[in-house]
């Protein structure tokens, strides 16, 4: 079961032995696969530009693929909540809540944009960022919109939920906190609204991936990680 697995220009999905990098098996799309794969729900899940997700066994065989539009840098999520769904984010600016067991589409909604970074999955919610830079927090199981807020800044990185709060760093060096009645200590607490959008100062450009997990959130600001933790947060 355990491997490396991305996807390639040719539209090659690549699953290679862990332990020594060899060759495990290949599956080719019409597409280039720029997001990565994502092992879960007993297959790898991966969608293309060609239009198509798919679900591809451990062993590389195709156990099926559904049109969901052109997918790009944008990796599946898969959630809990629901046993067996996933979120994909496509080109088109189409979310669509997927069913993994057989092929099927629960949910199909626009929000307006190109999709430019993987969503990040709670027990209850999907946020993501768009390339006109706009975060969006969508519930789970009816794809409405409880977040749709314009940054001021470039966004490269997925966003993250913790604590019922959403997290996105920028290109300007600032992390945005997202909640009701949110207020950050770190140090300082560089601006809270009313509305419950805290800033905080990175000193550096954010880029790159998000780390989050039951304990830390984290994102990289150059060689530097600005961490969030749950006493951090009132």
């Known amino acids: ?67 969901t539009g052109p997918v790009g840098n944008s990796s599946m999520a898969w959630y809990i909540a629901y046993r067996g769904r996933g979120i994909v984010c496509t080109e088109e600016g189409r979310v669509l809540d997927i069913n993994l067991n057989v092929p099927g589409i629960f949910v199909n909604t626009s929000v307006g944009t190109c999709i430019g970074t993987s969503p990040a999955i709670s ?54 906190a997202y909640g009701d009645k949110l207020r950050v200590i770190n140090n300082t607490v560089y601006n809270t609204t009313e509305a419950g959008l805290a800033v905080i100062d990175a000193e550096s450009e954010i880029y790159g991936n998000t780390i989050f997990n039951n304990s830390m959130f984290g994102i990289y600001a150059n060689n530097a990680v600005v961490n969030i933790t749950e006493n951090n947060l009132l």
């Open 1 to 67: 079961i355990g491997g490396l697995y991305f996807g390639t220009e040719n539209g090659d999905v690549i699953a290679l032995y862990y332990n020594n990098g060899s060759l495990k098996w290949s599956y080719h799309t019409n597409g280039p696969v720029r997001s990565a794969p994502t092992p879960a729900w007993y297959s790898v899940w991966v969608g293309s530009l060609d239009g198509y997700t798919y679900g591809i066994s451990w062993d590389g065989m195709l156990n099926w693929a559904t049109y």
């Open 123 to 176: 027990d209850q919610t999907a946020a993501f960022v768009g390339v006109d830079d706009r975060i969006v927090e969508l519930k789970l199981g009816t794809n409405e919109i409880l977040t749709d807020i314009t940054l001021d800044s470039k966004v490269t990185a997925s966003p993250a939920l913790a604590y019922g709060k959403v997290f996105v760093g920028t290109k300007s060096g600032t992390v945005y």
